[in-house]
């Protein structure tokens, strides 16, 4: 992605942020892409995304999820400008894995023991310790 920050902020202060607003409109021009196509995806009219630009007020929240689906970035990138690394290690796959291939009653097991273990027993409901005991219980 081209950094869209340094070309919105040139000739601005240091220290300088963009808005919600300028990100998307950044985003719109460095794709190549028109406001209209943007409208049209996000099911509103031209006249909503111009006002945006226009006015410079943010399009509400019921927005940022498909804005940010419709350019590829996080929600996080579009609200805060920074991207989060939330790729998983492999020993994080290889243990999600492990778990999805568990019966249900085994995985209430560990989570009942990963709750112990934590001291926070108390916090898994009723419906969900009595399963748990009744799995755990010896024959």
């Not at 942020?17 to 021009?29: G, K, P, S, Y």
């Not at 492999?90 to 709750?115: G, N, S």
Request: with cysteine.
């Amino acid at each position: 992605m081209k950094n869209i920050f340094a070309t919105v902020c040139k000739g601005r202060r240091k220290g300088c942020f963009m808005t919600i607003c300028e990100r998307i409109f950044a985003l719109l021009a460095s794709d190549g892409r028109e406001q209209g196509q943007m409208a049209k995806y996000l099911g509103v009219s031209k006249k909503t995304v111009s006002s945006w630009r226009t006015r410079g007020t943010d399009p509400g929240a019921e927005y940022i999820a498909p804005i940010a689906e419709y350019f590829g970035v996080s929600t996080d990138y579009i609200l805060t400008g920074a991207e989060r690394d939330l790729r998983l290690k492999p020993e994080d796959v290889e243990l999600l894995t492990l778990w999805d291939a568990l019966p249900a009653a085994d995985k209430a097991v560990v989570k009942y023991e990963m709750y112990r273990r934590a001291n926070r027993a108390h916090l898994l409901s009723a419906h969900s310790l009595k399963y748990t005991w009744l799995h755990i219980q010896p024959v």
